[in-house]
């Protein structure tokens, strides 16, 4: 009873203030006190029958019996009632679950329409570079020389070497084993060189052109790069609709970054052989005229030993050829060195991990299919079954 008169008071209420009736007013037409109205719309105090017949004689548009039929409401004064939510939810919980599945079993089925791909990944840390150990003195002693050499410490970036055009043009120019034992390239794998059926000329040779184009560039977004700064790992990865490709490209790769850094280190060690064999010649040439000239300045002057100025001009000459010597002895030593480097094929990669064929394919995840298109049965469902309420 208690729950009723409060339901019936805040009736009256809303309908007080939804017509802009006055308290007093109001309960003058009810022939009762203004404290009376208050307490009624408060629920403090049971509203008699003779009452209730007096407000309906002068409010007939006031339906009595609504406030035993009103259900609770979702948002009750601004604020979101949970409960209701919780209680419509657990009503409707069937239909929820039976929503839910057909989201889950059209994401599955969607799953198929994708097409698969596989990653594969090889693991590799750079050699220390000591390529420039070799040359150490002879750059010592040039640069107290003035003589600017080149530097052999080369740092090359392997992630931009890896996503370079050069090896991409390489891959997709090569041809790979797929599983049922067919050799084929990248531009024959993604079907770009099938002419579509608009095309009605005959631009083989451009349309080539073109498409080997587009496969250089779609080469790049199936290759990922990632080194770690503070252990030097490198990790790339290379994600292809063949398992065997995948694992090949990804070799493949760490190969052509190998080559690709050995011929610019062999190139840079032809550069230095080059300056060290013109700086010999150079040197020679100025040992050969510093040796004449202490040759001629003993001949002209066979007592120099007895007179102080002779003596020094003769050792300021003795000082400059075996300073020439030493020299030249260097550079000599130097120049052999600069040809073994020139030959030499050091490693640069050290290679952890070879990239081998995966087994399970990376994409697409059905699991994750499944569990997205799962909640999203579920949230559209329950909004559903609150809208209806």
Do not use: C
């Not at 002068?58 to 009595?64: A, G, I, M, N, R």
């Not at 050499?149 to 050069?166: C, E, G, H, Y």
């Not at 049922?180 to 080539?208: C, H, I």
């Amino acid at each position: 009873m208690e729950t009723k008169r409060l339901v019936l008071g805040q009736k009256i209420k809303r309908y007080r203030l939804i017509n802009d009736i006055r308290q007093e007013d109001m309960a003058e037409k009810m022939n009762i006190s203004r404290a009376t109205l208050i307490n009624y719309e408060k629920g403090h105090t049971t509203i008699n029958l003779d009452v209730l017949n007096r407000f309906k004689k002068h409010y007939p548009d006031f339906d009595l019996e609504e406030n035993t039929n009103t259900k609770p409401k979702i948002i009750v004064d601004g604020s979101i009632d949970f409960k209701v939510i919780a209680n419509v939810l657990s009503s409707k919980k069937t239909q929820i679950i039976v929503t839910a599945f057909i989201f889950t079993f059209i994401g599955i089925s969607s799953s198929f329409l994708f097409k698969k791909y596989y990653e594969a990944e090889i693991t590799l840390y750079p050699a220390k570079d000591a390529t420039s150990q070799g040359l150490g003195q002879f750059q010592s002693l040039a640069s107290n020389l003035g003589i600017n050499t080149a530097n052999k410490d080369q740092n090359f970036n392997i992630p931009d070497v890896v996503k370079s055009r050069l090896i991409a043009t390489k891959a997709v120019n090569q041809k790979w084993k797929i599983e049922n034992g067919e050799f084929v390239n990248l531009v024959k794998l993604w079907k770009m060189d099938r002419a579509p059926w608009y095309n009605f000329s005959n631009t083989k040779n451009q349309d080539s052109i073109i498409y080997i184009e587009k496969a250089i560039k779609k080469f790049s977004t199936h290759i990922d790069v990632f080194e770690d700064k503070f252990t030097g790992l490198i990790k790339i990865s290379s994600t292809f609709q063949d398992p065997l490709i995948a694992a090949a490209v990804a070799n493949f790769i760490s190969i052509q970054v190998e080559k690709y850094i050995q011929k610019e280190n062999s190139a840079q060690s032809t550069r230095e052989k080059i300056f060290i064999s013109d700086r010999l010649s150079i040197v020679k040439i100025e040992l050969e005229e510093s040796e004449l000239s202490l040759k001629d300045f003993k001949e002209r002057n066979r007592g120099y030993e007895d007179s102080p100025e002779l003596f020094m001009i003769y050792s300021q000459l003795f000082r400059e050829v075996e300073a020439k010597k030493e020299v030249y002895l260097t550079l000599q030593q130097q120049l052999e060195l600069a040809r073994i480097e020139e030959v030499k094929q050091s490693p640069i990669l050290h290679i952890l991990d070879h990239a081998a064929p995966p087994i399970q394919k990376k994409s697409p995840n059905r699991k994750m299919f499944a569990l997205v298109f799962g909640i999203m049965g579920i949230l559209f469902s329950s909004l559903r079954e609150i809208f209806r309420y």
